[in-house]
């Protein structure tokens, strides 16, 4: 099975940064993590769910929600099955549960119905 753990969340105040992990664990072998597209995504109640970044193996597709272009950039360490998520000049819009998602097979992207596996989420409280 694969069980996705996030950390990292937590309270800041405007303009601060934080820095999001996401541990995978996969009892499978035939699950192979570096082929995956990793992503996460954001949640306030009451709305729908967003896409806000995610990532292939190899970088090469990348995507990014709009608003935060520029201020968040996420990576991945394939070896340690760790994805990240650096949150620079963070802003009170910013603040929601995020998730760490994998998508086994198919090209990155941020629709969350295309994803496989989630994990509990971590809260990101921006304030000003």
């Known amino acids: 099975q694969v069980q996705l753990v996030e950390a990292g969340g937590g309270s800041v105040q405007a303009g601060g940064s934080l820095k999001l992990s996401c541990a995978a664990s996969?009892?499978?072998?035939?699950?192979?993590?570096?082929?995956?597209?990793m992503a996460w995504f954001r949640q306030v109640p009451g709305k729908e769910r967003e896409g806000v970044a995610g990532?292939?193996?190899?970088?090469?597709?990348?995507v990014y929600l709009d608003s935060v272009k520029g201020r968040f950039t996420i990576s991945r360490d394939n070896a340690q099955k760790m994805l990240y998520l650096q949150m620079d000049n963070l802003k009170p819009e910013d603040t929601a549960m995020y998730y760490c998602?994998?998508?086994?097979?198919?090209?990155?992207?941020?629709?969350?119905?295309?994803?496989?596996?989630w994990g509990q989420g971590t809260q990101v409280t921006v304030s000003n």
């Open positions: 998602a994998a998508r086994r097979a198919g090209i990155c992207t941020r629709n969350d119905i295309l994803f496989d596996h």
């Open positions: 996969v009892s499978e072998s035939r699950f192979k993590y570096e082929s995956w597209c």
């Open positions: 990532s292939n193996s190899g970088g090469r597709n990348i």
